[in-house]
């Protein structure tokens, strides 16, 4: 049984109320498998057991109250991802969408729909309106301790008041009458009942008053109506501010450009096409200037690209015949013709923005227990609300007073502030570090990154490059060296050997033409010199022994793995040695460096014998080192480290290094390592810096000192604010302003984390 994933835009998301109140109607629904809203983008997404049950989704969508947004001529309608329920990752890629028009296309990911059609964008005239209809019946109030009384007749107040609670603040009537229906509360429910509190109580002194004195009864009418411009000014700004926290997502949707140049045939040309028609295979050309469109290998020309926006690679790389092309990046000074190795929807710059986007919409650990709160907390502030009226009401004797002391109560406690305080930071941080390369999968990372003592490195291909170089090389003949050495990687050129490519980066663009290639299976390879009609080999120390030779002593003195060339005609002789080398990455003792001043403790991991081991373990600082250990032995390492109390982050990038990842508390891969190693990893380098393993800590640390920021804002202001309204110290209107401010400065504070740069050395005292 398939089940259908969709994207769907929806308006009418308010707070965290709001989002609770929709996921609870969504998982009530028979054929909805999960279900996830996310406030910041006003999506759901959907995992169906059914494409037939999105009617139903959408019509008890809209019976809570919201609608889903229907899509702009010529934009996708919803993301639709069909996968097998006993492999979901295995086809996490296969996503098609539905169009207005019913055909059937490949996707455009949900993150670059959404500058073409924005959801519950915040238009500005309802507040401007709101407040200019306030303004004359808070001004006379502001000017009567200067001896200046302006004060307006019932008549105009009620004239003035009544389009704001009823027309502006039309949202907040709605949104409680359904929060009522579902049984629940949200922010809208607590402003309607207390300005309609305050807009009842002035009509009602109006009205009753006796003939001839209904200018001089108490109205608070300019209550009512200031608290909804303040609400509707807070909602606006609060948009404004969140609009701001998805640009960092937004721009790297916006680095893949709309069209291609693609080659159609020798009649036709180069034509542009839409990305979308652009299929794996198909011949592409980029130009100077433009964005590479799509994940592809360069079939010709020479350019240099610059990938800093995708890989957080800070030069320009020289891209020629071979080279791998990342969409998104910008070609610089070349044309170059490319073949796509990728779809829209599978190049790697869409997969990033698929897993940020679903990282973002998983909610962080300490979220669980705010939303157990907010889930009491309206009922709770309807309590205290109706508690502080009785109380004032019995006490004073004034109900008046006691009514206006409610409504401060439900106005000040709108739980705006505390629904954004987690997803505002999420969004901003995973963003954030997105642009720099790092990819953050999922909200549990941050607790998890702040925990850390422990980090274990792999050796091959993490700190070591993981391709062997040639570090020396001891020539035992006359002959010239460049010549032997030419003769060596002529002998390589067709050889698959791991080795083999050491002498193929070093090779010189002309070797001597050989015949007779020969792979000699487990020992080396031979071929015969076409100039000179002589044999060669070159291999291990098993061809010197088989040709009746002796090693000389002094070759063990070098580390690293040797590589004989022997020379076969007219009579065997051993002719060079090449002792090849995994170097250490330019970038590791950096990292290392910038680990060790932030506190970690570090291990090196390696399955290689004990004296490469430990030159690698030297060179870089690291002390605690263990060598010839198996991927069950690093597992085991683990383990007893988690045992003793420790948490613990592995660093790896080869399949063997996916057990550890899996065990470790946090699994960080780089991106130039398998596929697997990625799979299990909480965090990716996807440029490979080992440098930004600190930075990926550091930008985790920072979103979750953000959210508890947040949170204690959020919480802090309720705790003092309630029970300073419900003792009678805060009017409607400075609760309306307050609680607009609250949830801005929440947003605000989330915004610092775009200045967050990754420091990739250490400050130099």
């Not at 965290?16 to 999506?43: F, I, N």
């Not at 002959?479 to 002998?491: D, G, K, P, R, Y």
């Not at 022994?545 to 003195?557: E, F, I, R, Y």
């Not at 000192?705 to 003092?720: D, H």
Request: aromatic letters at 6%.
């Amino acid at each position: 049984m398939a089940n259908v994933e969709y994207v769907l835009p929806v308006s009418g998301l308010r707070c965290m109320s709001c989002v609770a109140r929709l996921e609870k109607v969504l998982h009530q629904l028979p054929d909805v498998a999960t279900a996830q809203v996310d406030l910041m983008a006003k999506q759901m997404h959907l995992q169906l057991e059914n494409a037939e049950a999105l009617s139903a989704v959408i019509a008890a969508v809209e019976a809570a109250g919201f609608q889903v947004v229907q899509p702009l001529a010529g934009t996708d309608a919803q993301v639709v991802i069909e996968k097998p329920a006993a492999t979901p990752q295995a086809a996490a890629s296969q996503t098609t969408t539905i169009q207005p028009t019913a055909i059937q296309t490949e996707a455009i990911p949900s993150v670059a729909r959404q500058a073409a059609a924005p959801v519950d964008e915040e238009p500005f005239w309802p507040v401007l309106l709101a407040l200019l209809l306030s303004l004359p019946l808070v001004l006379p109030m502001l000017l009567l301790p200067f001896g200046l009384d302006l004060m307006l007749s019932p008549l105009w107040q009620w004239l003035l008041a009544t389009p704001v609670q009823f027309w502006l603040g039309a949202r907040f009537y709605r949104g409680a009458f359904y929060a009522l229906k579902n049984r629940s509360g949200n922010m809208d429910l607590l402003v309607a009942l207390g300005t309609s509190a305050a807009y009842g109580l002035s009509l009602w002194h109006w009205l009753s008053a006796p003939a001839g004195h209904s200018a001089h009864v108490a109205l608070y009418f300019e209550s009512a109506a200031v608290v909804l411009s303040f609400v509707l000014l807070g909602k606006y700004l609060e948009q404004r501010a969140k609009t701001q926290t998805r640009s960092a997502l937004q721009a790297l949707a916006e680095l893949q450009p709309a069209q291609a140049r693609v080659w159609q045939g020798d009649h036709a040309g180069w034509q542009l096409l839409a990305l979308v028609q652009v299929v794996p295979g198909m011949r592409l050309q980029v130009k100077p200037g433009e964005r590479i469109a799509l994940d592809g290998v360069v079939l010709s020309g020479r350019s240099q690209v610059d990938e800093a926006l995708i890989s957080g690679e800070s030069l320009p790389l020289l891209k020629d015949t071979g080279a791998t092309l990342r969409s998104g990046s910008l070609n610089l000074d070349g044309v170059l013709e490319y073949q796509a190795s990728s779809a829209l929807h599978d190049s790697q710059l869409q997969q990033l923005i698929r897993q940020v986007e679903q990282a973002q919409l998983q909610k962080a650990p300490v979220q669980q227990w705010v939303d157990r709160i907010a889930a009491v907390f309206v009922p709770v502030v309807l309590l205290i609300a109706l508690l502080t009226l009785l109380g004032h009401g019995f006490y004073s004797g004034d109900w008046a007073v006691a009514i206006l002391n409610a409504v401060a109560v439900l106005v000040i406690a709108c739980p705006c502030a505390l629904g954004l305080a987690t997803p505002a930071a999420l969004v901003v941080g995973l963003g954030q570090a997105a642009r720099h390369g790092i990819l953050l999968k999922n909200a549990a990372v941050l607790d998890q990154a702040s925990q850390l003592q422990l980090l274990a490195f792999d050796k091959t291909g993490t700190l070591t490059q993981g391709l062997p170089q040639i570090s020396a090389r001891q020539i035992f003949t006359a002959q010239a060296e460049t010549e032997l050495f030419s003769i060596a990687c002529a002998l390589q050129q067709h050889s698959e050997h791991p080795l083999a490519k050491a002498f193929r980066l070093d090779a010189s663009a002309a070797l001597p033409v050989i015949t007779g290639f020969q792979v000699l299976a487990g020992v080396g390879v031979a071929a015969t010199l076409t100039s000179h009609g002589q044999r060669w080999q070159l291999g291990s120390a098993q061809l010197v022994q088989a040709a009746g030779l002796t090693l000389p002593a002094d070759l063990q003195s070098h580390d690293g793995s040797q590589v004989f060339l022997l020379q076969l005609d007219p009579q065997p002789q051993l002719v060079a040695v090449f002792w090849l080398q995994d170097q250490i990455r330019q970038d590791s003792a950096a990292a290392v460096q910038l680990l060790q001043a932030q506190g970690y403790q570090l291990a090196l991991l390696s399955g290689d014998n004990d004296r490469t081991v430990a030159q690698v373990a030297d060179a870089l600082g690291i002390a605690d080192y263990h060598s010839a250990m198996t991927p069950a032995a690093k597992l085991e390492y683990l383990q007893q480290a988690q045992q003793s109390g420790r948490k613990v982050a592995m660093v790896g990038d080869g399949i063997n290094d996916a057990p550890a990842l899996a065990q470790a508390d946090l699994g960080i891969a780089l991106a130039s390592g398998t596929e697997v190693a990625a799979a299990v990893a909480g965090i990716q380098l996807l440029d490979g810096d080992l440098r930004k393993v600190a930075a990926a800590l550091d930008i985790a640390r920072a979103t979750r000192r953000v959210i508890w920021q947040n949170l204690g804002w959020a919480f802090g202001f309720n705790l003092l604010a309630i029970p300073a309204a419900a003792l009678g110290y805060l009017s409607p209107v400075i609760a309306g302003g307050a609680m607009a401010l609250s949830s801005v400065l929440v947003v605000s504070n989330a915004l610092r984390l775009k200045h967050w740069t990754p420091q990739l050395a250490l400050a130099k005292g």
